[in-house]
């Protein structure tokens, strides 16, 4: 059966989330936390720092679930918590430097394998497929939220 480019981007892009999967359990393993506290970790990178109910609707977990995931990233020295200087009822979870070096350091590898990639590719194509990538990504984004809809 031959398929149509929408089944054919999809199914390789589960491919390649399989494949991330993978690498994220190992380097998880490594850090002798669980995939998702390393996912967690990389959202504290990448968004700064959250609350436990913005973790949690990130992650599709319950608070309660990520207050223990939380102590797991501290205990580990991955990340804090500390008081919202905004809101003192409320605690953010804050990326701790070190941790977050030792994590991401065991990608360093895959960095530089990536790069040695896109560089043997012509800027504005590389800048176009990340591009693209953010659009698929936005793409299940959604398509998830409307599979959760329907519970």
Do not use: W
């Amino acid at each position: 059966m031959v398929e149509d480019l929408g089944q054919t981007l999809t199914h390789e892009l589960m491919d390649l989330s399989a494949a991330v999967d993978l690498i994220a359990q190992a380097a998880a393993a490594k850090l002798g936390v669980h995939q998702t506290d390393l996912i967690c970790l990389h959202l504290l990178v990448r968004n700064g720092p959250m609350s436990a109910g913005e973790v949690a609707a990130a992650l599709g977990l319950t608070t309660a679930a990520i207050s223990t995931m939380a102590g797991r990233l501290e205990a580990g020295g991955f990340a804090r918590r500390e008081m919202d200087p905004h809101d003192r009822r409320r605690v953010l979870l804050h990326a701790s430097p070190e941790g977050t070096q030792q994590a991401y350091g065991l990608f360093a590898g895959l960095y530089d394998a990536v790069g040695e990639v896109a560089a043997q590719q012509e800027e504005r194509d590389v800048v176009r497929l990340i591009e693209l990538l953010r659009s698929y990504r936005q793409l299940v984004s959604d398509h998830t939220a409307a599979l959760r809809e329907r519970d």
